[in-house]
């Protein structure tokens, strides 16, 4: 299959809240000007041409959501002062292309970089507010509960996705490492997310899985407690995945919900099981647009089953 038949769609539909978002934030910078009488640009065209615009920026790079909605707030900005930029052009300097616009654009660039000053104070903050810990997320997937069971428990010397896990050692547990492809700056250079090690606590297969994560060689090992259900639902399995951070912040429960991380960890999943071609973002370059305007953009490669 094209990229334009499954992977385009495919991200479409799953950045969907990135793009819906996005363009809501532009919605309501626009909005500014309508409220004081002074409408500068008509609504309706700014909105189709900025949702295309996030569209397309998600498409091309999937990763990007955290450029793609500050730059949502910088137009919304833009467009919330255009009322007063245009009063300040056509009635203090009487519409006059010198000095006028001059002022004007330096006012505009000034509100700019105070804006991307409190993008960046916002983003160290979310980073820093602890979210609940404690994550569930679900799906009905059409297969059997030992097939789900499979694809998802975590187990020694497999591979699944973007994670593959090492031997059992004398310990019981066994290392697991999640590969984020051409993650690094310089691109072509795939990145190992914290190695970490498992401890599998109790398994019946193929209905339940209770699993403690750990980094690797840390003084304080227990990360997260994952625990998987595979309950029978109709014809399909009803996944339950509950996890238990040691730590989980306002950025990445931002993060999950708004690129539908897990829907795309499940996507991976089934597409590996099946040894078919996978649209899955986690599987994809992790380029962001400031690393494709630095670097250029890796060609996109199908991932191997």
């Known amino acids: 299959m094209t990229f334009w038949t499954l992977h385009a769609p495919y991200r479409l539909f799953r950045l969907r809240r990135v793009i819906a978002v996005s363009t809501l934030i532009v ?61 300040i052009f056509e009635t203090v300097f009487g519409g006059r292309w010198g000095i006028g616009l001059g002022i004007v654009l330096v006012i505009a660039t000034i509100a700019l970089l105070i804006c991307w000053m409190g993008l960046l104070l916002l983003v160290c903050r979310l980073d820093e507010l602890d979210a609940d810990p404690n994550v569930e997320n679900r799906a009905v997937i059409d297969l059997p509960p030992e097939q789900v069971f499979d694809m998802f428990a975590l187990k020694p010397d497999h591979t699944s996705g973007n994670w593959t896990s090492g031997p059992v050692n004398e310990d019981g547990q066994f290392e697991l490492r ?20 498992v401890q599998i606590v109790s398994q019946e297969r193929p209905h339940s899985q209770l699993s403690k994560l750990g980094e690797l060689n840390a003084e304080a090992p227990l990360i997260a407690a994952c625990e998987m259900r595979f309950e029978p639902k109709g014809r399909g399995t009803l996944y339950t995945n509950r996890e238990q951070h040691e730590r989980f912040s306002q950025l990445a429960r931002l993060g999950f919900w708004i690129t539908d991380a897990h829907a795309d960890h499940i996507r991976a999943g089934l597409d590996h099981h099946f040894k078919r071609e996978s649209p899955a973002i986690k599987l994809v370059p992790q380029t962001t647009l400031l690393m494709a305007l630095l670097g250029g953009v890796p060609e996109e490669t199908p991932p191997s089953a």
Request: hydrophobic share 65%.
């Open 27 to 87: 919605a309501l910078g626009l909005a500014v000007p309508y409220l004081f009488g002074a409408p500068t640009l008509p609504a309706l065209p700014v909105l189709v041409i900025c949702a295309l615009a996030f569209a397309g920026l998600s498409v091309w790079l999937p990763a990007s959501w955290m450029e793609v909605l500050p730059l949502a707030l910088i137009i919304a900005v833009l467009l919330a002062l255009s009322g007063p930029l245009v009063w």
């Open 178 to 197: 999640f590969i984020v492809p051409d993650a690094d700056i310089d691109l072509g250079q795939d990145a190992v997310v914290n190695p970490n090690i």
